[in-house]
Nanobody, 114 residues
Framework: QAQLVESGGGLVQPGGSLRLSCAASGFTFSNYYMTWVRQAPGKGLEWVSDINKGGGGTYYSDSVKGRFTISRDNAKNTLYLQMDNLKPEDTAVYYC???????WGQGTQVTVSS
C-alpha cells in the first residue's frame, strides 16, 4: 500500500534552514501531485505547498512564499521541502501527502527557536 515517510526535521535558530524529505513507496509517485501541510502547536492544519507531477509547477501559501521551495525527484520517489529564513511561527509538525487523498506520512517536527 502507499506509504510516505518524512525526515529532516529538527531544532533550528531563526534565520536558519532545513531540508525536509518525504520518501514514497507503494504507488507510482510520478503520477501524483504532492502536498506539504503543517500543524502548529494548538492550531489546525495549514496547507504549505503543492507540486505537480513533473515538478515544473509549484504553489505556495503566502506565509512561506519566497522562503520555502518544494521539489521532487521522481527517479528517487522523493519529495523535498527546502526551508530557508525560518521563523518561530514556522514551528510545526510537517506532513507530506498525496494531493487530494488521505495518504499521509507520520510527520516530522520542525522547531524554530533561539
Amino acid at each position: 500500500q502507499a506509504q510516505l515517510v518524512e525526515s529532516g526535521g529538527g531544532l533550528v535558530q531563526p534565520g536558519g534552514s532545513l531540508r525536509l524529505s518525504c520518501a514514497a513507496s507503494g504507488f507510482t509517485f510520478s503520477n501524483y501531485y504532492m502536498t506539504w501541510v503543517r500543524q502548529a502547536p494548538g492550531k489546525g492544519l495549514e496547507w504549505v505547498s503543492d507540486i505537480n507531477k513533473g515538478g515544473g509547477g509549484t504553489y505556495y501559501s503566502d506565509s512561506v512564499k519566497g522562503r520555502f521551495t518544494i521539489s521532487r525527484d521522481n527517479a528517487k520517489n522523493t519529495l523535498y521541502l527546502q526551508m530557508d529564513n525560518l521563523k518561530p511561527e514556522d514551528t510545526a509538525v510537517y506532513y507530506c501527502k498525496i494531493a487530494g487523498s488521505n495518504v499521509w506520512g507520520q510527520g516530522t517536527q520542525v522547531t524554530v527557536s533561539s
